[in-house]
């Protein structure tokens, strides 16, 4: 009797480890429609307009890189010209037929962070205040997050963005 009974419990906890198993697996599988974990407003571009997108993206992170490495040297020079290079009159990587994609709201953000760039340079040049231009440089960078907080970029057989 007795490994019988043994049997049998070892047999139930077999089928317990089994269903905790299969919890583990589908978790939380509820009604509620699968919601994704990103929730801002998705631009929806084609692979290469993508990429161009984040291109100028890190090519503000590249200037700003040498920005903050020029300022405790006081190299304002070095300042201005690597900040003009992301102004408002630096040639566009982006080509018109992706600018007209996106929406108003997008473009005003980033024209904000250019002619951010603009009067960090201007400034640089005719102030050589360091001070000034680092409280430029975070001003400029509650832009940059603004417009990371609001869109997300997804590719797209076509590209879709404008709202
Ligand atoms: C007009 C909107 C906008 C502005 C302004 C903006 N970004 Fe972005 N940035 C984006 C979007 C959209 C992405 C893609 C985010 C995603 O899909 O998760 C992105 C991605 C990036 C990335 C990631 C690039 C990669 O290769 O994945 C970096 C770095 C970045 N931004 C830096 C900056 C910096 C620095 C500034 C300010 C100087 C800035 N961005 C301003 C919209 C913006």
Do not use: W
Request: proline share 5%.
């Amino acid at each position: 009797m007795k490994s019988t009974q043994h049997k049998f419990t070892a047999t139930a906890i077999g089928a317990l480890c089994l269903v905790g198993v299969a919890l583990a697996a589908a978790p939380a599988k509820s009604s509620q429609p699968k919601q994704p974990a990103d929730q801002r407003a998705a631009l929806v571009l084609l692979d290469a307009e993508r990429h161009l997108v984040l291109e100028e993206m890190r090519n503000f992170l590249a200037v700003l890189q040498i920005i903050t490495d020029a300022l405790p040297r006081e190299d304002m020079k070095e300042v201005a010209r690597a900040a003009r290079t992301m102004g408002s009159g630096a040639a566009n990587e982006i080509p018109p037929i992706t600018v007209a994609k996106l929406p108003e709201e997008f473009k005003m953000l980033a024209g904000g962070v250019h002619t951010s760039f603009d009067l960090i340079a201007l400034d640089a040049e005719t102030l050589g205040d360091p001070r000034h231009t680092i409280s430029q440089v975070g001003e400029m960078l509650q832009k940059c997050n603004a417009c990371h907080g609001i869109y997300q970029i997804k590719v797209g057989k076509e590209s879709r963005a404008k709202k």
